[in-house]
């Protein structure tokens, strides 16, 4: 089946604009995550859905990030009033259940704030 | 700070070499994975090893866990052109950090032709 696909490919904004990032997971994964990778660094844990639980949003930069998952499947990310240090890539995983199962990563938005 | 961080930093050998790369990690873990990343693409898993496992292979890769060193390795065997890519480690810290799966900042390997 389709894998995890996220848009847009590619974002740029102006400072100070707000962004929203769509990732649809795979059909059927329960877990859904947020990451952020800077240029030549690693994953930047951002916010985690599980099913219908609370969403684990401690990852979260600040409070101009906040993310929404509708009908436990697709998420929105969203970026409000952009900074140009949210210039990164942003990678959606999915995964069927969490503990010993292995997650399934979009190919990224790349995200400019000029 | 990171809980998984890969070295070398970067890695460049012959395409037939072997190629071993390394991650350490400071707490506790369920698992440990290893991802592939292609410049500018989405990361893609290669292999998982459970804390109860010391090794772990899959085709011409093989991991080691070390949970008494808080290490994983990761070795490409007869390494190829087409294995050119970033390498990432991924410790899964099971019960009580859901979905914290920390990442390290990667090796980057390049396997000369």
């Known amino acids: 089946g389709a894998g995890v696909s996220q848009s847009p490919s590619n974002k740029v904004t102006e400072k100070g604009k707000d962004v929203e990032l ?14 952020r990778q800077s240029l030549g660094q690693g994953l930047e844990f951002l916010i985690y859905f ?12 600040s409070d101009r990030f906040s993310a929404e998952r509708t009908g436990g499947s697709v998420s929105t990310l969203t970026i409000q009033r952009t900074q140009q240090e949210d210039s990164a890539v942003y990678l959606c995983a999915s995964s069927s259940y969490r503990v010993q199962e292995t997650q399934y990563f979009g190919p990224g938005t790349r995200l400019l704030v000029l | 700070s990171q809980q998984g961080e890969e ?20 707490t506790s873990i369920n698992n440990l994975q290893w991802y592939r990343q292609n410049s500018g693409r989405g990361l893609v898993h290669l292999i998982l090893i459970r804390s109860n496992e010391r090794e772990k292979h899959s085709g011409r890769l093989r991991v080691t866990l070390d949970t008494s060193k808080k290490s994983s390795s990761l070795l490409i065997t007869a390494s190829r052109a087409a294995d050119t890519a970033s390498y990432f480690c991924a410790t899964d810290p099971g019960l009580g950090n859901a979905g914290k799966s920390t990442f390290g900042d990667g090796t980057t390997l390049t396997v000369k032709p």
Do not use: V
């Open chain 1, 50 to 61: 599980q099913g219908n639980s609370a969403p684990d949003k401690s990852g979260l930069p």
């Open chain 2, 7 to 26: 070295d070398p930093q970067a890695l460049s050998i012959q395409e037939g070499e072997n190629a071993t790369m390394n991650c350490s990690y400071k």
């Open chain 1, 22 to 35: 769509r990732c649809d997971p795979i059909s059927g994964h329960t877990a859904l995550y947020w990451y």
